[in-house]
């Protein structure tokens, strides 16, 4: 997975601010870059401290900032605050990203500081012809996915979401592909119900495909997204037919659809990698 190319893109993510510009080759802290100046930015949606988000540590002295438990389970505001990559940096009470360089400092709009945890759920089918037979490209058989376009930005994703305070990630793959693809929050109570039952019954198999680093726009140089892509596929198409009348785009998605799996594919943050190794598993076209 390529590292830092959306998370040293400018503007950030809903705003007009430009990060410090990183060079590719300056992206590794053991590049000295003694010019580096990141900005500063945190959201004032961050500042504001709703539920998901830690309390602001730039705003502290740095005698003070060892209040947040970090690279273990936080007993105190229930949050993993484990990377999927081992144990990472905190200098003067801050974590540092692990990847490198992004141009920002402070959280910009993520709650965490360090990993910032989500869980990506990959529908998948094989795409067929109106008679039923699986289309294939340069000789192999072609995939499709259930993909949302999101609100925020517009770009087609995999209906990924985050992991909330003492949730399990398995818990939120199923939940964030009920919100965002099947709509399930604008349903009522008993609708609900009957949707969550049915869909834990139709994502039953998942495989890991992918943990770790996600190349996420709004990543900073002390907040990042850490993802598990789970891969739920169906082989002869059967069983995922019955997802067909439930799509419905909810929550922070705007559209859904049926999206075959290539390359050239333009998809939010690393998510067109992530497809990639589901590919690579179902010897899928790619
Ligand atoms: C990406 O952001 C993850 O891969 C996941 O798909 C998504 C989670 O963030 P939200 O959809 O909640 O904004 O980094
Ligand atoms: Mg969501
Ligand atoms: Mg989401």
Redesign the pocket.
């Known amino acids: 997975i390529a590292i830092h190319v959306k998370s040293r893109t400018s503007p950030y993510p809903g705003t007009a601010i430009r990060r410090f510009h990183v060079i590719v080759s300056k992206v590794p802290w053991s590049v000295s870059f003694p010019d580096y100046k990141p900005i500063s930015f945190t959201h004032s949606s961050v500042l504001a401290k709703p539920h998901w988000a830690d309390i602001d540590l730039l705003a502290l002295s740095k005698a003070q900032r060892p209040v947040l438990l970090f690279n273990q389970e936080d007993t105190v505001c229930k949050y993993n605050r484990k990377s999927y990559m081992g144990t990472y940096e905190v200098h003067d009470g801050l974590p540092i990203n692990p990847k490198g360089r992004t141009g920002v400092i402070g959280r910009g709009t993520l709650g965490r500081f360090g990993p910032n945890h989500a869980a990506d759920p990959i529908v998948t089918r094989w795409k067929r012809d109106r008679n039923g037979e699986v289309m294939k490209e340069y000789g192999k058989p072609v995939l499709e996915f259930i993909a949302i376009q999101?609100r925020d930005n517009q770009q087609w994703a995999i209906?990924?979401?985050m992991v909330e305070p003492g949730h399990q990630v398995s818990q939120t793959l199923l939940r964030?592909f009920s919100e965002?693809a099947l709509g399930e929050l604008d349903k009522t109570e008993e609708e609900r119900m009957e949707l969550q039952a049915k869909v834990k019954e139709l994502l039953k198999h998942g495989t890991e495909v992918y943990k770790g680093y996600v190349d996420d726009p709004r990543n900073t140089d002390n907040a990042w997204m850490e993802t598990v892509a789970m891969n739920f596929h169906d082989d002869d198409g059967s069983v995922f037919a019955q997802l067909e009348d439930l799509l419905q785009a909810g929550d922070?998605?705007q559209g859904v659809r049926w999206q075959r799996i290539g390359s050239k594919i333009s998809l939010f943050a690393s998510h067109t990698a992530m497809l990639a190794k589901v590919a690579e598993i179902h010897k899928a076209a790619f």
């Open positions: 999101r209906p990924g979401g964030e965002e922070d998605a």
